[in-house]
């Protein structure tokens, strides 16, 4: 995480590959943050790797934090996370803060 959240914002940092292997843990950290009933900064700065289940969390996680009156986002996307966000048409729905 380049800069740290504000204090009203939960940041959730991943590392390496965010794929099915580790779907089950992805959702569950970012359910967590989602009941912290702040809004949740995903760090993806770190990742290397993003395929549809990592996205299908993040979307789900992000579904229920609107739900609860608060906002999900995602930040430092590398290119690698980028690319495949961007072919989803995801980045602007999910980026920035």
Sequence with gaps: ???????????????????????????????????SGRDVEVDLADVRFVDSAAVSAILHARRLAIASGHRLFVSGMSEAVRRPLELMGLVDLIAGR
């Design 1 to 35: 995480m380049t800069t740290p959240p504000p204090p009203d914002v939960t940041a959730v940092v991943f590392n390496g590959d965010l794929d099915f292997s580790n779907y089950a843990d992805t959702l569950a950290r970012l359910r967590a943050a989602v009941e």
